[in-house]
């Protein structure tokens, strides 16, 4: 059995992944984190107060929905979808933009800064620090500022302030590289709220431990609704957030089949997609040492995926070591099978799926036919598709 | 002995600092490069600091990334890199230090950048991501070559992390004098004289300033502060500002000015 409970090391390693890759300025801001952490996140007050946010201020528990008609139409598994697109803000960024709030205020830091690629991370970034009185200033690449335009509004009217990043290929990477040198320039006087389940540790493992509480509902949810645990779970996979999280409660279950799903995009060739547990390679980028879509020169490759929050060209160093040792397997999908993903649950449950997680439910439609009635599959639904609906109706012709 | 140590011996019985700009590799075009770093070094540099681009420059601000950003579109490799380093070794003996980021060192082997780095004829490597607590295996590489891993030192870091530093470090500490990334600024800052008073306490390696050094009254508030200062998005906003042609000259000519402040 495998117990990933009492990692990472003390130098923040799952194995040969993580670590942290900074430069020395930074060194101090993230002890400082990791000691805050450790000293609040089991500390009683703390723990209630977030408690008492994730339930009254988020909405959770979210509920576990057995999408029936779905699994009907595909005549195999059972299909299960943990609600994340019905936590406040419309995803699962929420959990982890609440536990890192409450250490700001914690930090006595004004200002928050936060990158983005869907901009989920920056609106529940945006949100939870309206709520806490705090500053907030969200970095995102140029291309996603016009692929996800609603939320840039969302974050605007909830008064953060959103840098479109015009450097390097503008999307998410950039965005962190932007996000990294105002940390670096104001490490002072501003709190980092870092979205992914990468970048240098500290940070994968909060991200882990403040987007646990996915899988730890959805384990009780499926038994209770099941009588039994899952026999797949399956979540869209970039920097990994909420597949971490949904993992995180099922590692330990040698019978549960974890499965990461990576964008595709168009195709194959580099540049075209964002697999990069598939086709990556060791490498460094972002304070962590991960499987990264490099060339042989280490220069960090372009991606494409028509999902903003699946366009980044490395993966959280948790889930790479979970690969690595075995116990989760990764497959592709693209642009394609997310579309069609997404048309399908649509049309079957009602349900219109971010584009994301329309990575995840492509991977249910594939295995579901191949497997008997009886068989689980738990998907986590991380978000809902309203940010998406313009990228949505221009693909399906439909003028919106 | 290293050819780093011996020019901080000889600048400190001068009472000079020891002056390092910065070239990129590649910049600003694969061949103008080895002109830019020969005319520093008529100018009176006494060290240089050679960047390797990398597509992700966390700790550097808009200039270097330009630089860094005109270099790849021109495709260059870490082999760009020794070759620049070889082609200058050919004309002058002072140090020459090879800057870059973890993950295209990673990538080309630690062992073989050692073999390669001292083959070319530099004396250091400088990476900004690599911290002292990671740097075990790049540095014992590289020991095994003569060649200096140098560490760094921020504002932020505190004192007893400052003494860590120390113990250990070879040729310069690279003393970021701000806390922010690359880029010249009009004013360094009111607490670099204490910062580098508690590195100064913390180890007695050279003290190399870097970030922010511009101008010559920069490097003359520097004397008696610390050992060295490196210039690197200065020159490069002269080079981007310069007619075409002439961007060369006119970088030199802010390095001879900055060589007389040293």
């Keep these: 059995m495998l117990v990933t409970r009492a990692l990472p090391d003390a130098a923040g390693y799952y194995g040969p992944f993580g670590g942290r890759y900074v430069p020395e300025t930074l060194v101090a801001a ?72 409450l250490l700001a205020r914690v930090s006595g830091k004004r200002r ?58 503008r999307t998410l990477k950039d965005a962190i590289n932007e996000a990294l040198r105002d940390w670096v320039t104001n490490v002072e006087t501003t709190f980092y709220l870092f979205g992914s389940a990468t970048g240098p540790h500290p940070y994968p493992r909060i991200v882990r431990e403040f987007q ?31 597949a971490i999280g949904i993992f995180s409660a099922f590692i330990e279950d040698p019978d549960v089949a974890l499965i990461g799903v990576e964008a595709g995009g168009r195709g194959g060739d580099q540049g075209e997609h964002a697999a990069t547990v598939e086709c990556g390679t060791l490498g460094i980028l972002h304070g962590a040492r991960s499987l990264l879509l490099q060339d042989e020169g280490g220069q960090i490759i372009g991606t494409h995926s028509i999902a903003a929050g699946l366009d980044y060209p490395g993966v959280g160093p948790e889930l790479a070591y979970l690969h690595h040792v075995g116990r989760a397997d990764f497959a592709t999908f693209g642009d394609a099978d997310a579309m069609d993903a997404l048309q399908l649950l649509a049309q079957t449950e009602g349900i219109i799926p971010a584009l994301e997680s329309a990575h995840a439910i492509a991977g249910a439609l594939r295995i579901a036919p191949e497997v008997s009635r009886d068989h689980i599959i738990l998907v986590n639904l991380s978000g809902r598709g309203d940010k998406d609906m313009e990228t949505i109706a221009a693909r399906l012709g439909t003028r919106a | 002995m290293n050819r780093i140590d011996a020019s901080f011996q000889s600048a400190k019985a001068e009472s000079r600092l020891v002056l390092a700009p910065y070239v990129t590799v590649g910049y600003p075009t694969r061949e103008s490069a080895v002109e830019l770093a020969l005319a520093y070094v008529e100018a009176g540099a006494d060290m240089l600091e050679i960047g390797m681009p990398f597509s992700d420059p966390i700790a550097d601000g808009p200039t270097v990334q330009l630089a860094s950003q005109i270099a790849l579109e021109g495709g260059v490799w870490l082999e760009d890199a020794f070759h620049l380093v070889e082609r200058i070794r050919s004309h002058t003996d002072i140090p020459l230090a090879l800057m870059g980021y973890a993950n295209p060192f990673m990538q080309f082997g ?13 004396d250091g490597l400088i990476v900004p991501d690599v911290l002292p607590e990671h740097a075990h295996d790049i540095e014992s590489a590289n020991a095994r070559h003569g060649l200096h891993v140098i560490r760094f030192a921020a504002p932020t870091t505190p004192l007893a992390r400052l003494r860590q530093i120390g113990q250990g470090a070879r040729g310069f500490i690279y003393c970021v004098s701000v806390t922010g990334v690359t880029g010249s600024r009009a004013q360094l800052s009111e607490s ?8 100064g306490k913390a180890t007695t390696i050279p003290r190399v300033v870097g970030f922010g050094i511009s101008k010559p009254e920069h490097l003359r508030s520097l004397h008696g502060r610390a050992e060295g200062a490196i210039v690197a998005s200065a020159l490069i906003d002269i080079v981007q500002a310069s007619p075409p042609g002439r961007g060369i000259e006119a970088a030199a000519a802010h390095v001879r000015s900055l060589a007389a402040a040293a």
């Design chain 2, 192 to 199: 670099l004289p204490a910062y580098l008073a508690r590195v």
């Design chain 1, 30 to 101: 993230l002890d400082e984190l990791e000691a805050s952490f450790q000293r609040h996140h089991r500390d009683p007050a703390f723990v209630k107060e977030l408690e008492s946010l994730l339930h009254l201020y988020a909405g959770r528990p979210t509920p576990t929905y057995h999408a029936a008609r779905l699994s009907r139409e595909l005549g195999g598994a059972q299909i299960y979808l943990k609600r994340e697109d019905l936590a406040h803000t419309g995803a699962h960024k929420i959990n982890n933009a609440l536990g890192q709030g």
């Design chain 1, 112 to 169: 928050v800064i936060a990158e983005t690629g869907a901009g989920q991370h920056g609106v529940a970034s945006a949100t939870v620090c309206a709520m806490l009185g705090l500053d907030c200033v969200v970095y995102m690449g140029e291309e996603d500022v016009h692929r996800q335009a609603l939320n840039v509004a969302r974050m605007r009217v909830l008064g953060a302030d959103v840098i479109s990043v015009t450097s390097g290929t």
């Design chain 1, 212 to 242: 646990r509480v996915i899988g730890r509902e959805a384990r009780a949810q499926i038994q209770d609704l099941a009588g039994r645990l899952p026999d797949t779970v399956i979540a869209c996979v970039n920097g990994g957030s909420n």
């Design chain 2, 110 to 122: 630690l062992g073989a950048l050692a073999r390669e780095s001292s083959a070319a004829g530099a």
